[in-house]
């Protein structure tokens, strides 16, 4: 079970710093070192921002910020490298949400089959002469430890007309509420009598158990 590194002064004063470390979990939940290159570039850039405000900096956050510069991926550059992550990402919370909510003209639960059929054709329309759905199917298995918090962004942006990735600042606690909620559910649930769990109980990239967070209703 593997735990966002995320400390206790996220609940009382969240920060641009919190939500670096989360976008990075979402985009590459298997690879460590395009992770940690992401989180550098974020926090760099929120360092010029506050700088540009005119907000004062003390000498270890500037130090800290001149050797994370030296070998981050340049902001402008990383944007560009965000862009099939991001769209697999949603993909992942999507199957997800369908799993947990869709249901056939019958009333019965989607097959995870007829899940990733739908959405392979939703979002990639270039992978449909493919035969089968192996597409979503592979991209799935690489985002399921962190698709209850794709899950999360699709439910608390989904009125945005621009949304903001992961969340907006002030909304990260009800953004971690939610994710939390989704993989509940998606360790609880079957897509059949007979079938696993749609979540593994432990695959998820989680918050840690000393981060007591009340418990949210999804709407």
């Known amino acids: 079970m593997q735990f966002l590194p995320l400390d206790s002064t996220i609940v009382s004063n969240p920060s641009r710093y919190h939500l670096a470390i989360i976008e990075s979990w979402m985009l590459w939940p298997t690879d460590e070192t395009k992770r ?39 902001l402008n550059r990383m944007a560009g490298l965000v862009e099939d992550p991001y769209r697999d990402g949603l993909m992942a919370g999507n199957v997800l949400i369908v799993a947990l909510t869709g249901s056939d003209e019958k009333g019965n639960r989607l097959k995870l089959g007829d899940i990733y059929k739908k959405l392979r054709e939703s979002f990639a329309p270039q992978a449909r002469k493919i035969n089968n759905s192996s597409f979503v199917n592979t991209i799935w298995q690489n985002y ?6 794709w899950a999360a962004h699709i439910q608390i942006t989904e009125n945005q007309q621009r949304p903001v990735f992961p969340c907006e600042l002030r909304d990260v606690i009800e953004f971690l509420w939610l994710s939390e909620e989704w993989r509940r559910r998606g360790e609880t649930t079957k897509s059949a009598l007979k079938a696993p769990t749609i979540l593994e109980p432990g695959e998820c990239v989680r918050i840690p158990d000393t981060m007591k967070f009340s418990r949210k209703t999804l709407e």
């Open 144 to 149: 399921r430890s962190v698709s209850h918090l």
């Open 36 to 74: 940690l290159d992401a989180y550098k570039s974020a926090v760099v850039a929120f360092g010029q921002e506050l700088r540009r405000e005119g907000k004062k900096l003390d000498h270890s956050t500037i130090a800290e910020l001149l050797d994370l510069a030296a070998d981050a991926t340049p």
